[in-house]
């Protein structure tokens, strides 16, 4: 192929309809995930939001003050759940809390199509999320609670200053 052959190929794909759609579609992806949520959420002072976190149902979040959501972390309330995030709150890159799942029954409705469970995750202050853990529906996390990187916590943990992680996540651990 001549350079010729080539520049014909690059002008008819730039000025293309299929190259005007996606250039429009990526725009309004990128709009969606990194910037209409900013004005929904709710912070309580001055935090850090890294720009590729991934926030659904902004107006059910709240963030406390001086907290810090790292790089590819994903946080996704429902619209009939609410995710708190306590004061001081240090969470690591890709961690995910997620306060929905979807309904599991076996009722001959597909599960995309059955009703979500929605419950609230709340987390207390000073609380540090490590790298990769996952916080699932329901769950409460008490103040100056530490989770292991690569955790999944399924449960609440109501005892302060302690140290948790595993899949499913357990005690293993306490501050001193």
């Not at 309004?28 to 900013?38: A, I, N």
Request: proline share 3%; net charge positive; hydrophobic share 45%.
């Amino acid at each position: 192929m001549n350079n010729i052959e080539k520049i014909k190929i690059i002008f008819s794909s730039v000025f293309s309809l299929a190259f005007i759609k996606s250039i429009i579609a990526s725009f309004s992806y990128f709009l969606f995930e990194h910037v209409y949520w900013r004005k929904k959420i709710n912070q309580k002072g001055k935090c850090r939001i890294h720009p590729s976190a991934s926030i659904r149902n902004a107006r059910n979040i709240i963030v406390g003050a001086n907290s810090h959501i790292n790089i590819n972390c994903f946080i996704w309330a429902a619209p009939d759940s609410k995710i708190i995030l306590g004061d001081n709150l240090l969470m690591g890159p890709l961690v995910q809390l997620h306060a929905s799942n979807h309904g599991s029954k076996l009722s001959g409705i597909p599960m995309t199509f059955q009703e979500s469970l929605d419950e609230d995750i709340i987390i207390g202050n000073d609380v540090w999320l490590g790298a990769g853990s996952i916080i699932t529906a329901g769950v409460s996390i008490a103040d100056g609670i530490i989770v292991a990187a690569g955790s999944i916590v399924t449960k609440s943990f109501d005892t302060p200053n302690i140290v948790i992680g595993g899949i499913p996540a357990k005690q293993i651990g306490s501050r001193k």
